[in-house]
Nanobody, 120 residues
Framework: QVQLVESGGGLVQAGGSLRLSCAAS????????LGWFRQAPGKEREFVAT???????TYADSMKGRFTISRDNAKNTVYLQMNSLKPEDTAVYSC??????????????WGQGTQVTVSS
């Protein structure tokens, strides 16, 4: 069992930055890839980024260069640093854990989500 708790969302002006955190609990934490999805109002959930235990990361094309995912295994925490934020980045950002690549493996656990709002 893995529990995921996000924090760090909020309101920021366009061009600003936010860092999201996802604290994970559970003895099998290192087994899972962790990552982030987001869902904007009226839109489908979309993949943002993922990272393995060893630190290998992948990103959605639209986030490359602006978002950075990182992982502190000692703290069981994954981070999403978001820079140069745009109004279209406004969404609920959810942390997720899966046993394999997010593109081919169902998500096993979800966090409750944290709201990010970017004003123009």
């Amino acid at each position: 069992q893995v529990q995921l708790v996000e924090s760090g969302g909020g309101l920021v002006q366009a061009g600003g930055s936010l860092r999201l955190s996802c604290a994970a609990s559970g003895r099998t934490f290192r087994t899972y890839r962790l990552g982030w999805f987001r869902q904007a109002p009226g839109k489908e959930r979309e993949f943002v980024a993922t990272i393995t235990w060893s630190g290998y990361s992948t990103y959605a094309d639209s986030m490359k260069g602006r978002f950075t995912i990182s992982r502190d295994n000692a703290k069981n925490t994954v981070y999403l640093q978001m820079n140069s934020l745009k109004p279209e980045d406004t969404a609920v950002y959810s942390c997720a854990a899966a046993l394999g690549p997010f593109t081919t493996t169902p998500v096993s656990y979800w966090g409750q989500g944290t709201q990010v709002t970017v004003s123009s």
